[in-house]
């Protein structure tokens, strides 16, 4: 086992660091993970940027990483995982304890953390410490090496659940990146007989045509033209797109709000969700939704290596936080230590 651990410290905006790290002890009921994927989500790109995501402002140099994947190098006394297990790192950790948590609503614990949202440092270290319950084996089809996908595909379980995704549905998603595509492969292995996928970016979209979708359809040139469809998935965070959706749906159906919010948007068809009672939901995370991504991946009903598109060396961190803006082609961007 090596005695050095080098993390991808942010500094501040634009100024990330590549430090050595004292090497972290497990505790009791953690495990000590030597790291074997990492991956860059759009709030990396967020704090690596402007030094904030949305609320969260950074105040002090902390690790970045909450998507990453690894093989379990030492556990405490009380873990139950045992050395040499190849797992994938659950971030977001709940307390475990209050109304939320004790409902099985973890997800929007008020009082958890999130390794990799400042101050907390995250994943993007060779070696990591974590509660032995953050973490979720992997079987031989999904190597570490790429186990860090499981994370978003966890984004994407929830967000097909909470859509409430039925065989024979209409699915129409906005969005085409890594999680729209995600979104689209979990959807069609819930039974959705047609999935209509918009975006701006002709890239993406041919990478959903390839991966099964009935149409896409780039909103940048042509108007969405899609009436009846069941269950909207916005994974774009853009307004328009939420709004533009919704006037899609039939009555009766449901909307769900994946992709970042903006803190208040304008134009929201709040009388034509009324109207036709479509129910409007969110999604934040996932709960419990990591055995089946990891089911899912496994048996390759999600190509997970489908949104793989570039490959950085820890060293190179700030070069992989800025290529899907520098080659927007660029879909999920994997970091290796
Ligand atoms: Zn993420
Ligand atoms: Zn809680």
Same mark, same amino acid.
């Given at each position: 086992m090596t005695t050095t651990n080098r993390a991808a410290v942010l500094y501040g905006a634009q100024d990330i660091r590549v430090d050595d790290r004292p090497l972290p002890?497990?505790?009791e009921t953690d495990v000590l993970v030597s790291m074997r994927s990492g991956g860059i989500c759009g709030s990396d790109m967020h704090?690596?940027?402007?030094?904030?995501?949305?609320?969260?402002?950074?105040?002090?140099?902390?690790?970045?990483?909450?998507?990453?994947?690894?093989?379990?190098?030492?556990?405490g006394a009380r873990a139950s995982v045992a050395v040499g297990t190849p797992v994938v790192i659950e971030p977001a950790?709940?307390?475990?304890?209050?109304?939320s948590?004790? =409902?099985? $609503?973890?997800? @929007?614990?008020?009082?958890?953390?999130?390794?990799?949202?400042?101050?907390t440092?995250?994943?993007?270290?060779?070696?990591v410490v974590v509660p032995a319950a953050s973490v979720h084996e992997l079987p031989a089809a999904v190597p570490p090496e790429i186990g860090a996908v499981i994370e978003p595909l966890a984004v994407a379980v929830w967000a097909v659940e909470r859509a409430e995704v039925a065989a024979g549905h209409r699915v129409l998603i906005t969005g085409a990146g890594p999680i729209g595509l995600l979104v689209l492969q979990v959807a069609l292995a819930a039974g959705a007989a047609e999935v209509i996928v918009t975006d701006v970016n002709d890239a993406r979209l041919a990478v959903a045509t390839a991966l099964g979708a009935s149409q896409v359809?780039?909103?940048?040139?042509?108007?969405?033209?899609?009436?009846?469809i069941d269950r909207l998935i916005e994974c774009s965070g853009s307004p328009a797109a939420l709004a533009g959706g919704i006037l899609t749906l039939r009555? =009766?159906? $449901?909307?769900? @709000?994946?992709?970042?919010?903006r803190p208040t948007i304008d134009g929201l068809p709040l009388g034509f969700l009324q109207r036709y009672e479509i129910d409007l939901v969110t999604a934040f995370r996932y709960a419990n939704a990591f055995p089946t991504a990891i089911r899912l991946a496994?048996?390759?009903?999600?190509?997970?290596?489908?949104?793989?598109?570039?490959?950085?060396?820890?060293?190179?961190?700030?070069?992989?936080?800025v290529a899907p803006v520098a080659d927007p082609t660029n879909l999920k961007v994997l970091i290796t230590y």
């Open positions: 002890e497990p505790g704090y690596f940027a402007e030094g904030r995501n949305g609320t969260n402002v950074l105040r002090q140099p902390t690790v970045l990483g909450h998507e990453g994947a690894g093989v379990v190098v030492a556990a950790v709940p307390c475990g304890v209050c109304a948590c004790l =409902a099985g $609503r973890y997800n @929007v614990c008020p009082d958890g953390y999130c390794f990799g949202s400042p101050p440092d995250g994943l993007f270290s060779q070696s359809v780039n909103t940048a040139r042509e108007p969405l033209d899609a009436t009846g009555p =009766a159906a $449901r909307a769900t @709000v994946v992709g970042q919010a496994a048996s390759g009903e999600v190509d997970v290596r489908s949104v793989i598109t570039a490959t950085f060396p820890l060293e190179r961190v700030a070069d992989a936080l």
